[in-house]
């Protein structure tokens, strides 16, 4: 599976972004996908996470809780991340990644997409 996203850019603290990541392939099936995140010299860190399996179900990072919504579309090939009132401190690059079973092996294996950046200015 090939994970191509979008959206990031500059905005003021405040604002708002939505970004999207698109799973492109086949002979796969998606479990959970989910943005991650990294910042100027900080470790990679979850973001949000939605898993298809369990009826949608979503988990937040405490800093994301109540600013930024995590949403999937029916076929579960896109996943879009809402952002709102940015801050500075959620500059970052930010990745999209995919945990998913090879359906002919089984195997579950996970799948990141290139990352895009959000700079929030103050």
């Known amino acids: 599976v090939q994970l191509q996203a979008s959206g990031g850019g500059l905005v003021q603290a405040g604002g708002s972004l939505r970004l999207s990541c698109v799973a492109y392939g086949s002979g796969f099936d998606i479990k959970t996908m989910g943005w991650y995140r990294q910042g100027p010299g900080n470790e990679r860190e979850l973001v949000a996470t939605i898993t298809r399996v369990f009826g949608g179900s979503t988990n937040y990072a405490d800093s994301a809780k109540g600013r930024f919504t995590i949403s999937q579309d029916n076929v579960g090939r896109t996943v879009h991340l809402q952002m709102n009132d940015l801050k500075p401190e959620d500059t970052a690059v930010y990745y999209c990644?995919?945990?998913?079973?090879?359906?002919?092996?089984?195997?579950?294996?996970?799948?990141w997409g290139q990352g895009t950046l959000v700079t929030v200015s103050s």
């Open positions: 990644k995919a945990l998913v079973t090879d359906t002919q092996s089984v195997r579950l294996y996970e799948s």
